[in-house]
């Protein structure tokens, strides 16, 4: 799975991005821990889940879109813990700003909405239309 060439994909988003933040706070929340933890595993062994975790906190989305996107364009549906499509949406929930700075990567997710598309009903893939197309919709406005 190839990243931008510039991402060692075993380093992890802390050695990336020079910034560690050390433990979470004693008090934090399950998904503050796995955040935390997330931050120091290396990020070519991250699976679908851990990019979907992160990309919804919008953490770390110049290292992680990229990597999603090459998730989704291997399998336009892949899953994390929630339902096929997941990490679709995760992805289509980043910030507007993101996709103007990174033409080539709408382009991208683009050409993935296409295949999704091309798939016909998504419930025929166990997949929540409504959650995927909603997504979709707010992506292309």
């Known amino acids: 799975m190839g990243t931008s060439p510039d991402v060692d994909e075993s380093l992890t988003l802390e050695q990336i991005e ?5 433990n979470p706070p004693a008090d934090a929340t399950r998904l503050i821990k796995t ?13 679908v889940e851990d990019l979907r975790v992160l990309l919804l906190q919008q953490e770390s989305v110049d290292v992680l ?6 998730h989704l364009e291997q399998n336009p549906l892949a899953e994390g813990d929630f ?4 990490l679709l949406t995760a992805v289509l929930k980043t910030p507007r700003a ?19 598309e091309a798939l016909g009903n ?8 409504d959650a995927i197309w909603q997504q979709i919709n707010t992506f292309r406005s």
């Open 122 to 129: 998504l419930d025929d893939h166990g997949a929540p239309r």
């Open 98 to 116: 993101y996709w103007q700075r990174h033409p080539d990567q709408r382009s991208r997710v683009s050409a993935v909405i296409t295949a999704v």
């Open 18 to 22: 020079n910034h560690h933040w050390g």
């Open 65 to 70: 879109v990229p990597i999603a996107l090459n």
């Open 83 to 86: 339902y096929p499509g997941d």
């Open 35 to 47: 955040v935390y933890d997330l931050r120091h595993k290396p990020v070519g062994a991250m699976d």
